[in-house]
C-alpha cells in the first residue's frame, strides 16, 4: 500500500521556521500527486498545501498562503513543505499523502494510507 514517512516537526517560537519532508514508503514518488495535511487536537484533518506530479501545478490553503511553500525532488524522492513565519495556530500533526488532484485550496482527496505524521508545536 501507498504510504509515507514524514519528518521536521519541532517546538519553535511564532515567527520561526520548519522544514518537513515526505518520503515514500519504498516507492517513486514522481506519478503522484503529494498534499500536506494537518490535524490540530480537536479538529479534523485538513489540507495545506499540494503539488501536482510534474509540479507544475501547486496550491495552498489561505491560512498558510505566503508563509508556507510546496516543492518537490523527483530524483531525490522527497516533498519538502518549507514553513516560515508560524503562528500557534498551525501547531499540528501534519502528514503527507499522495492525492487524486490537486483543489484550488491545497486540498485533494487522499489516496495513501496516512503515516505517523510529524509533530509541529509553535510556542513562546
Known amino acids: 500500500q501507498l504510504q509515507f514517512v514524514e519528518s521536521g516537526g519541532g517546538l519553535v517560537h511564532p515567527g520561526g521556521s520548519l522544514n518537513l519532508s515526505c518520503v515514500p514508503s519504498?516507492?517513486?514518488?514522481?506519478?503522484?500527486?503529494i498534499g500536506w495535511f494537518r490535524q490540530a487536537p480537536g479538529k479534523g484533518r485538513e489540507g495545506v498545501s499540494c503539488?501536482?506530479?510534474?509540479?507544475?501545478?501547486?496550491t495552498y490553503s489561505d491560512s498558510v498562503k505566503g508563509r508556507f511553500t510546496i516543492s518537490r525532488d523527483n530524483i531525490k524522492n522527497t516533498v519538502h513543505l518549507q514553513m516560515s513565519g508560524l503562528k500557534s495556530e498551525d501547531t499540528a500533526t501534519y502528514y503527507c499523502?499522495?492525492?487524486?488532484?490537486?483543489?484550488?485550496?491545497?486540498?485533494?482527496?487522499?489516496?495513501?494510507?496516512w503515516g505517523q505524521g510529524t509533530q509541529v508545536t509553535v510556542s513562546s
Open positions: 519504498g516507492f517513486s514518488l514522481e506519478h503522484y500527486n
Open positions: 499523502a499522495a492525492t487524486r488532484y490537486c483543489s484550488t485550496s491545497g486540498d485533494g482527496p487522499a489516496i495513501s494510507s
Open positions: 503539488i501536482s506530479n510534474r509540479g507544475n501545478t501547486i
